[in-house]
C-alpha cells in the first residue's frame, strides 16, 4: 500500500490532519494562531541549522520551534513590546534568517519552495513512520493533558486555585505545537502549517456542542481536506500542499453555509 | 443543627507575606480558616487581597512566615469573572466536569441545588449573567470542596441578588461545613455571618467581627468616614445559635435572633434561582 506516491501521500497527509485537528483547536481556543506562525516560521531556521550541524532536520525544526516559544516566554515576562510585536519581530527575523542561511549553503542544493509550500507527494516510507509515531505520542500526550489543557484554556486563574498547574499545560501545548510542526513542515511547507491547524477547527467549532467533539470533527475534517486536495492536485494538476489548504478553505465556507450553528447547545425553554 | 464541632482549621497563615521583585505584595498576614468559618477579606484595589487568598489556596508561595494548609485539602473556586469565547462549545454540563470527573447524578444533585437544572444542555455563552454566577457556584460545590474561595461574589448584582447571593452562601456553610473564603472590593455589603473581616492594606489594618471592624479606627482611617456609612451588614435573621470558638469575636454575633423571617431563606434562594421576580425595594 506503500508502493506508490499517492498513496504515500495520502496516508501521510491524513496521519498529520488527524494530529493537527484536535491540536489545533487549542490554537483556535485560545487564540495562538499568530503564535503558531511564528512557530511555523521559524522552522525553515531550524532547517537550515540542522543541515549546518549534519543532524536529524525533524528534530532541528522541532528544536528551533520550542526555543522560539521559550523566547517568546521570556520576552513576555519583560513586558515592555506587546506580544503582538513580539510575534511579528521573532516570525519575520526567523524566516529571513533561515532563508539568508539557506543561500550560504552551497554545498548542498535546497529546494526552497519545497520547505515553503511543502512537498507531499515526495514523502517517504521513513516520513510516514514518523508522521505515525510522533502523531500517536502527540495525540496520547494530547489525550492524557486533555483535563488540565482545557481547564487552564477556560480560566488558567480557576485551574490554578484548584490545584492544576496552568503553567505546565502551557508548556505541554507549545511542545507539542512544536512537534507537529516538525513533522508537518515536510508535507505542507512552514507557511501553510498553521492553516491545517486552525481551519478545520475553525470549521468544526459550528458542528460541535463540546470541546471533545470540536477535536473529533476537526480530525475527520482535516482528513477530507487532504484526501480531497490531494485527489484535486491530481485532476487538475495543481501544487499538493496549497490545493489542500485551498479544499480545507472550501469546507470551510461550505459550513458557513449550513444552518447548524444552533443545532447544539441550544437553551431548554423556560418552564421546562 | 449543629452540635458541638471541634474546631477544625483547614489553613494557618502565620505571619505571611509575599515580595516579588523587591516589592512587598503583601505582609504580615495572620488569618486562620476553619470548618465552617466564614471569612471576607476586604481592602481598596493592590491591598493584597488576591495575594492573600493565592497564599491560601497554595497558588503562591510564602516569602516570609508560613502557610499551613490541611493535607489533602480540596479547594471550590468561584472566579471573579469568566469570559468564556464562542469558539469553545462548552455546554453547563462539560463545564461541570472541567477540572474534575463527577457522576452525572453529582451534576444533576449541583444544578438542582442553585436551580439550573434546566440550563444543563445550554451553552455557557448563552446564559445570563446570573444564571452564569450560579452555575459557576454549582461547579465549585460539585468538588464537595473543604474550602470556597469566592472573588467578589456579588461584583454586578444589585441588591436583592446579593441578599439572596449571600443566603445561599450561609446555607453552604450550613450544609456542607465548608470552610469559605470571600474576596471583596466591594465594602458596602458584608455579610454579617461573617466570623472575621480582615482589611488588608498591604497588611492587615484591622480585623473583627463585620460591625467591629466598621467601628474600627483604622478601617475608618482606610476607607474614610463616608464608608462607615455605607458598609451594610446584610443580616440574616435565624432561629438557631452556630458554634461559637470565639476565636476573634470581639463584638458578639452581629445577627439578630428573631423568628419571625423563617421564609427569608426560601424567598431568597427562590429570588436567586430566577424562580420568583424580584420584590419591591423594602
Request: net charge neutral; hydrophobic share 50%; aromatic share 6%.
Amino acid at each position: 500500500m506503500f508502493g506508490d506516491y499517492f498513496s504515500r501521500a495520502l496516508i501521510a497527509g491524513i496521519g498529520l490532519a488527524l494530529v493537527a485537528g484536535p491540536l489545533g483547536c487549542f490554537v483556535v481556543w485560545r487564540r495562538m494562531a499568530y503564535f503558531g506562525d511564528t512557530m511555523a516560521h521559524s522552522a525553515l531556521l531550524g532547517v537550515a541549522l540542522s543541515i549546518i550541524l549534519s543532524m536529524n532536520m525533524t528534530l532541528g525544526v522541532f528544536a528551533v520551534a520550542a526555543l522560539v516559544a521559550g523566547a517568546l516566554i521570556v520576552l513576555q515576562k519583560q513586558a515592555t513590546l506587546s506580544t503582538d510585536a513580539l510575534l511579528g519581530i521573532l516570525s519575520h527575523s526567523t524566516l529571513a534568517v533561515g532563508l539568508v542561511l539557506v543561500g550560504f549553503l552551497t554545498t548542498v542544493r535546497i529546494d526552497l519552495m519545497g520547505f515553503l509550500f511543502g512537498d507531499i507527494l515526495a514523502v517517504s516510507v521513513e516520513d510516514i513512520v514518523i508522521i505515525y509515531g510522533g502523531g500517536v505520542a502527540i495525540l496520547a500526550i494530547l489525550i492524557l493533558a486533555w483535563r488540565p489543557l482545557l481547564a487552564s484554556t477556560v480560566s488558567p486563574e480557576l485551574a490554578e486555585a484548584e490545584g492544576l498547574r496552568p503553567e505546565t499545560s502551557r508548556l505541554v501545548l507549545m511542545i507539542l505545537m512544536a512537534s507537529v510542526i516538525a513533522i508537518a513542515m515536510k508535507l505542507v511547507g512552514v507557511l501553510l502549517i498553521t492553516s491545517l491547524l486552525i481551519i478545520p477547527a475553525a470549521t468544526a467549532r459550528r458542528l460541535s456542542a463540546t470541546p471533545e467533539m470540536m477535536a473529533a470533527v476537526a480530525a475527520v475534517l482535516g482528513a477530507i481536506a487532504v484526501v480531497g486536495g490531494l485527489f484535486g492536485s491530481r485532476t487538475w494538476d495543481t501544487a499538493s500542499g496549497p490545493s489542500i489548504v485551498v479544499m480545507a478553505l472550501v469546507i470551510f465556507l461550505v459550513s458557513l453555509t449550513v444552518p447548524v450553528s444552533r443545532l447544539f447547545g441550544r437553551r431548554v425553554p423556560h418552564g421546562t | 443543627m449543629n452540635a458541638i464541632v471541634p474546631r477544625e482549621t483547614l489553613i494557618t497563615l502565620s505571619n505571611a507575606g509575599v515580595s516579588r521583585g523587591g516589592r512587598t505584595l503583601v505582609s504580615g498576614v495572620d488569618l486562620t480558616i476553619a470548618r465552617g468559618e466564614i471569612v471576607t477579606l476586604i481592602g481598596p484595589n493592590g491591598s493584597g487581597k488576591s495575594t492573600t487568598a493565592k497564599l491560601a489556596t497554595g497558588v503562591l508561595k510564602p516569602t516570609t512566615g508560613t502557610v499551613t494548609r490541611q493535607p489533602g485539602l480540596r479547594i471550590g473556586y468561584v472566579p471573579q469573572k469568566l469570559s468564556i469565547d464562542w469558539t469553545l462549545p462548552l455546554t453547563v454540563e462539560r463545564l461541570m466536569t472541567l477540572t474534575g470527573r463527577h457522576a452525572p447524578a453529582d451534576i444533576d444533585a449541583a444544578l438542582e441545588a442553585v436551580g439550573a437544572a434546566r440550563l444543563r444542555k445550554a451553552a455557557v455563552q448563552e446564559l445570563s449573567g446570573g444564571e452564569f454566577q450560579r452555575v459557576l457556584f454549582a461547579r465549585a460545590m460539585i468538588r464537595k470542596p473543604d474550602l470556597l474561595v469566592l472573588d467578589e461574589p456579588v461584583q454586578g448584582v444589585d441588591f436583592s441578588g446579593e441578599v439572596a447571593l449571600y443566603e445561599l452562601v450561609r446555607q453552604i456553610r450550613d450544609t456542607t461545613r465548608s470552610g469559605i473564603l470571600m474576596i471583596s472590593h466591594d465594602l458596602h455589603v458584608v455579610m454579617a455571618e461573617t466570623d472575621t473581616v480582615i482589611c488588608l492594606n498591604g497588611h492587615v489594618c484591622c480585623r473583627g467581627t463585620p460591625s467591629a471592624v466598621k467601628r474600627s479606627p483604622e478601617y475608618l482611617k482606610l476607607f474614610g468616614e463616608r464608608a462607615a456609612h455605607t458598609l451594610a451588614i446584610y443580616e440574616h435573621h435565624h432561629d438557631h445559635e452556630h458554634h461559637d470558638d470565639g476565636c476573634v469575636v470581639a463584638e458578639g454575633h452581629a445577627h439578630g435572633h428573631t423568628h419571625e423571617h423563617e421564609g427569608t431563606q426560601s424567598w431568597a434562594l427562590s429570588f436567586w434561582r430566577g424562580q420568583i421576580p424580584p420584590p419591591e425595594r423594602r
